[in-house]
Structure formats: C-alpha cells, structure tokens
C-alpha cells in the first residue's frame, strides 16, 4: 500500500544489480493516486526488499492512493475487495490518538476480510522507539503506539540491530548469533526524530483489547503490560501488545536501496542509498510470508493467510527457540523521560508514559532540554540558566 508515487525503472535496475529475477510489477490508482513522489523513497525500499526475499513471485501489485484519510480507507478496502495479493505490506501509518475513530474502523473492516479471505497484512510499527507521538501531543501523557501496526487483525513489524555484525565477503553468511540487539540509537523522549536519533517502535495499544492469539513469551509482563482503562477495556482485561515480530531495521546495519526520484529529496542522481526502519521490515516479513506460500500453495495446502496465530503458537520448548532469536541485549527505553516547551517542563514514566510532574513557567519564552544532575534539572531559558527543583525524581514502585 503505497501513497506516493515513484519511478518504476529504480526496482528494475535494483534486480538487474544484483541479479535477481524481474518481478513484474503492478500499478493499481485508487481515489486518482498520488499527488506526488514525495515518498518515492519509501515506495522504492517497499519494492526493492520483496523482490529481493522472494524474487519468484507472480508479480508485486501496488495499490497507490492520495496522502490522505480517504485515499488510506480506500486503499485497504481495494485490497480487501479485489482479493489477488497472498501477502499485503505498508510502511505508512500514525499515532493511535491522530487517526479517527472513523479511520480505525473502517480499516478495521477490511483487515477483517483479509484475514477471512486468508490474505497476510504487515504494517511497520514505527521508527521512533517508545516516544513517537510525544512531539506531537505532550497533553496526553501517555506513551502510544502505530495505527495499523495495532490493529488486531494486522501483523505488526518492529526493528532490531545488526550494526555489531560484518559478514565480511562471504555472500552467504551465517546468522551472527548473539550480534542482534534491540534497535536504539540516541532515542530519548526529546532525541528520538530524525535525524537526531531512531529505534523500533511497540507498546500497548489504547485502542485494541489483546487478541485471544496474543500468549506466549515476553506477553503479559508486570512490569510493562497494560490493561483495563490504558485500553478503554474492563479491569483485568489485558491491553494489545506491539510488534509481533521484528527484523534488522537498524540503517547502520541497513539495505542498499535504488531511487533515482527527483521527486523526493532522499534519493540521488547516482540512485544508490542505504535505508532502514520498520519500513524495510514489513515488506521483508510479507516477502517471507509470501515465500511460506509458495511453499504452501505448491503442496496443495491452503496460503498462510493471518499470521498471528500461528506466530504466537510457536511458543513450545521445540518450537519458539527453534524459529526465533529473543533480543533481549541493548539500550531499552527505561527511567524517567524529561522534556519541555515554550512553557512546561514534563516528567514521564518511561515504562508507561503516566505524568509524573509537569512545571509551569510564568511566561512564554523557549526552553531547552531539560539536563538532570544530582537531583536537580538544569534547563536553558532564553540563553540563560535557571534552575528548577523537581517535585518527584524517584520511578513509581
């Protein structure tokens, strides 16, 4: 699902580079289709990284709408109607508390029929770690995750490291055991943009109760898992966790990539770029899920259809260890999150995004970022220095 447009000529040069098959691709408009090319980019690396993982498919159809709420709904519901593609990815998506009830359930509705229809749908869950919605509405005081990532009928896609890993010159290297870490690079409630720093995004849905599929390991942890009112559920009713899975989306472990688009800023005259994020993730998983049904379809079984619940039934002694590597090594996003505005100064709950304390200035002007030291936070003011005690420093029990 794509809502930009871009040159179809990138995806076959990146094949004819590396020697892949062509895979044909596609073009389906919805609504008109784009308005522009501004995120050729992100369309290139879409293309680019199925056909890369799963170069025999039949073909790569791309079904490109307007940036817009309309052009989003539209877009998945063709999807949904035409029922032709096996595996289904997107790259784009929003804060929970930015799309509207609207748009949530109308692309609910369709990722329903996909899943009836036993269509595959992967949606990347987000570049800016625990904080990607911070910068855009410090008022709720909660830490949120991605629409459609959360969405309980989709498969959500996070990212993780391999920037310790070199596989040298061998062509077909190994699995560097022990070099996948968290993805986390200077991502703080303040530093976790572009291009200042980036990380995996996940959490708990405010929106979706947890689906009966959700169980296994690293679910349900006390420390982290929320429930009840954090959902708009019952108490005791457990929360929707994100992502499902997760896949090298680190750029300094990244894909090369080729966008020749002048349309968007990020590609070049040369064409050759190395990208990352959730965005290079999700395609990689529906490539995989499409490779499970070649597989499946060639055996005369059914395609893999949604694949949450099969995902998490791989949580037996033989079955989990075997398929997955638990990333458990790397800087988390722990603490307490300091940050401010023209006016306030904020204290979070890493862990959960619950205010903690706010302070109020007593007139507007423009605030750094707050620094902590013994206890008390430094904070730049118009050039100048002024200090604040804090009214709680120590994390909730």
């Not at 959700?214 to 009840?228: A, I, L, R, W």
């Not at 791989?314 to 996003?333: C, E, P, R």
Request: with cysteine; net charge negative.
């Amino acid at each position: 699902m794509e809502l930009s447009g871009y040159t179809p000529g990138d995806a076959a040069a990146y094949e004819s580079e590396f020697g892949l098959t062509m895979v044909p691709q596609q073009d389906i408009s919805v609504d008109g289709g784009p308005t522009d090319h501004s995120g050729a980019g992100e369309v290139a690396l879409d293309v680019e990284m199925m056909a890369a993982l799963a170069s025999s498919v039949d073909r790569i159809e791309l079904y490109e709408a307007p940036n817009n709420d309309m052009g989003t709904i539209s877009a998945y519901y063709q999807m949904a109607e035409d029922d032709t593609a096996n595996s289904i990815s997107t790259s784009w998506g929003s804060c929970e508390s930015m799309a509207s009830s609207q748009v949530i359930m109308s692309e609910a509705q369709s990722f329903k029929i996909m899943a009836l229809q036993g269509q595959s749908m992967f949606a990347a869950s987000g570049d800016n770690g625990a904080f990607g919605c911070l910068g855009l509405d410090h008022s709720k005081g909660k830490l949120q995750v991605d629409d459609p990532a959360s969405q309980p009928y989709v498969t959500a896609v996070g990212g993780t490291s391999l920037s310790g890993a070199d596989p040298g010159p061998n062509p077909n290297p190994p699995y560097p055991s022990g070099k996948e870490t968290a993805w986390n690079n200077n991502c703080t409630s303040k530093t976790c943009y572009y291009p200042n720093g980036s990380g995996g995004g996940g959490g708990n849905s405010t929106l979706w109760k947890q689906p009966a599929y959700q169980t296994g390991p690293g679910v349900n942890e006390k420390k982290y898992s929320k429930s009840g009112s954090w959902c708009k559920q019952p108490s005791g009713t457990f929360c929707r966790e994100a992502p499902d899975v997760s896949l090298n989306a680190d750029p300094a472990s990244g894909y090369a990539v080729y966008c020749t688009d002048s349309g968007d800023s990020n590609c070049l005259p040369s064409g050759w770029l190395v990208l990352g994020g959730t965005s290079a993730s999700a395609p990689l998983w529906a490539a995989i899920a499409a490779l499970a049904d070649s597989y499946l379809l060639g055996h005369g079984k059914p395609a893999l259809g949604f694949a949450n619940p099969y995902l998490y039934q791989l949580n037996a002694t033989m079955g989990y260890s075997y398929v997955f590597h638990d990333i458990a090594q790397g800087k988390g996003n722990n603490g307490i999150l300091y940050f401010s505005d023209s006016l306030y100064i904020f204290a979070l709950n890493a862990s959960d995004g619950t205010l903690i304390w706010y302070h109020q200035e007593d007139y507007e002007h423009s605030l750094g970022t707050p620094v902590v030291v013994n206890g008390t936070i430094y904070v730049s003011s118009n050039g100048d220095f002024t200090v604040f005690t804090p009214l709680i420093l120590q994390l909730p029990p």
